[in-house]
């Protein structure tokens, strides 16, 4: 089955740090780009960052919001990508979508496929 | 980075009826290159991730029904429902992908009158 399965989320105190997992099956996950995308409680979407194919070199783009506080990285081989979260704050709480691009072997920056998302509160 | 913003921000429409939502970019994102406007447009019902519905300003995703046809070009994008029907009920998003960081508008409620 084509899917993506996002995991690791919960409870974090203020300036702790937790990671994200994506689990991606049914696809060739090395060839697409993988995003993040948040959706704070009755709030709209937020982008926040996307990684590259590391056919591209891998390379990450972060929504202000997060850059120097987030990070992504993938292991293809375990068709995983990973949403390093430090320093968190109270305003990082939201659901945690991965979505993968819909370009093969390259990107677009839109996806056509989602998890069904992770959950992660930053409360003291 | 680039605003996208939706009017309006939430819509009551009979069924049958039309539906008309829009997307407004702070900068273009027609893209001379390849001659296309990079705007998505998603759709989310509650408890559920977003649902790509069309691409490119203008291309409808597999399986998407036609009633859903997205029309604009540069700054200017809109979202047409025809012939509303209760599966419809949702919140729709725009996002723009030809700037880092890739943007979504505020999202437009969509209800059955």
């Known amino acids: 089955e084509v899917q993506l399965v996002e995991s690791g989320g919960g409870l974090a105190q203020p300036g702790r740090s937790l990671r994200l997992s994506c689990t991606a099956s049914?696809?060739?996950?090395?060839?697409?780009?993988v995003s993040w995308v948040r959706q704070a409680p009755g709030k709209g979407l937020e982008w926040v960052g996307f990684i590259r194919p590391n056919a591209y070199g891998g390379t990450t783009e972060f929504a202000a919001s997060v850059r120097g506080r987030f990070s992504i990285s993938r292991d293809d081989s375990k068709s995983i990508a990973y949403l390093e979260m430090n320093s968190l704050k109270t305003e990082d709480t939201a659901m945690y979508y991965c979505?993968?691009?819909?370009?093969?072997?390259?990107?677009?920056?839109?996806?056509?496929?989602w998890g069904q998302g992770t959950q992660i509160t930053v409360s003291s | 980075d680039t605003v996208m913003t939706q009017s309006p921000d939430s819509l009551a429409v009979s069924l049958g009826e039309w539906a008309t939502i829009n997307c407004k970019s702070s900068q273009s994102l027609l893209y001379s290159v390849t001659n296309k406007n990079y705007l998505a447009w998603y759709q989310q019902k509650p408890g559920q991730p977003p649902k790509l519905l069309i691409y490119?300003?203008?291309t409808r995703e597999s399986g998407v029904p036609d009633r859903f046809s997205g029309s604009g070009s540069g700054t200017d994008f809109t979202l047409t429902i025809s012939g509303l029907q209760a599966e419809d009920v949702a919140v729709y998003y725009c996002?723009?992908?030809?700037?880092?960081?890739?943007?979504f508008g505020q999202g437009t409620k969509l209800e059955v009158k």
């Open positions: 996002q723009q992908y030809l700037f880092t960081p890739y943007t």
């Open positions: 049914g696809f060739n996950f090395a060839d697409r780009a």
């Open positions: 979505g993968r691009d819909f370009q093969t072997g390259g990107w677009y920056g839109f996806s056509d496929l």
């Open positions: 490119w300003a203008s």
